[in-house]
């Protein structure tokens, strides 16, 4: 159980244009979505938290119109990364948080596999 | 406010001799805490996580980890190293109201033939 997919795992795009990341909780409801930017052999980055059907929270220091984030269900979130160019390129990570979960769950996230974007 | 700190970018261990991945945390309020494995071009996997049970934690391919409050620390041990083992290891702490996980730098394990 308590598995989240990504789609799509690849993406090579020019620059200038969006490109759209899906996640995806296959088996449980996610009231809490995460996305993280991982770049080469480095930590994950939180980028902002989603919780369904309100706006997402960006960390200080991520542009919010650049990468804008819907979570309009408790299955699916997307990011959309807008007007792309060379430094996005990167490894995006999404997470989910069970929707039953509570402190009690230990704040235990679930991870897709991770997209990678490349911006021509 | 949370942080974690581990401690070597990279390990280098045999196959069959014993790994330590180190980590410490800093934490206003009681901490969960995470071990995590990535693969190349993969996910996180969860290798186990301390929820203020047990001190002593033990996860998945015989992976364990001992919570030291006093020591602020949550080192990853495994007896005897595999090669399939060599992988990314992210140490993680949460636990409070926001439900984010702060990692760690991450520690890259190499195994020796």
């Known amino acids: 159980g308590a598995v989240v997919s990504q789609h799509p795992s690849w993406v090579i795009c020019k620059s200038g244009t969006s490109v759209k990341i899906e996640c995806r909780s296959l088996?449980?409801?996610?009231?809490?979505m995460f996305w993280y930017r991982q770049f080469p052999k480095q930590s994950l980055m939180l980028m902002a938290t989603?919780?369904?059907?309100?706006?997402?929270?960006?960390e200080q220091g991520v542009e919010k119109d650049k990468f804008l984030i819907n979570h309009a269900s408790l299955t699916l979130s997307t990011l959309t990364v807008t007007s792309a160019h060379p430094e996005d390129s990167s490894f995006y990570i999404c997470?989910?948080?069970?929707?039953?979960?509570?402190?009690?769950?230990?704040?235990?996230?679930?991870f897709g596999p991770g997209t990678r974007l490349t911006v021509l | 406010a949370q942080s974690v700190t581990q401690l070597g970018s990279h390990v280098s261990v045999s196959e069959g001799a014993l790994v330590l991945l180190r980590c410490n945390y800093s934490?206003?309020?009681?901490?969960?805490l995470f071990w995590y494995v990535q693969y190349p071009n993969q996910g996180l996997q969860l290798l186990l996580k301390?929820?203020?049970?047990?001190?002593l934690v033990k996860g998945i391919n015989g992976f364990e980890a001992e919570f030291k409050k006093s020591e602020t620390s949550f080192h990853l041990t495994k007896p005897s190293a595999h090669m399939s083992d060599a992988a990314e290891y992210f140490c993680?702490?949460?636990?409070?109201?926001?439900?984010?996980?702060?990692f760690g730098s991450g520690t890259r394990l190499l195994v020796r033939p």
């Open positions: 301390y929820t203020s049970a047990a001190t």
């Open positions: 088996d449980f409801q996610a009231t809490t």
């Open positions: 997470s989910a948080r069970d929707w039953e979960g509570s402190r009690s769950s230990y704040n235990e996230q679930f």
């Open positions: 993680a702490v949460g636990g409070d109201s926001s439900y984010k996980l702060i």
């Open positions: 934490s206003s309020v009681p901490p969960y």
């Open positions: 989603s919780n369904e059907g309100s706006k997402a929270t960006y």
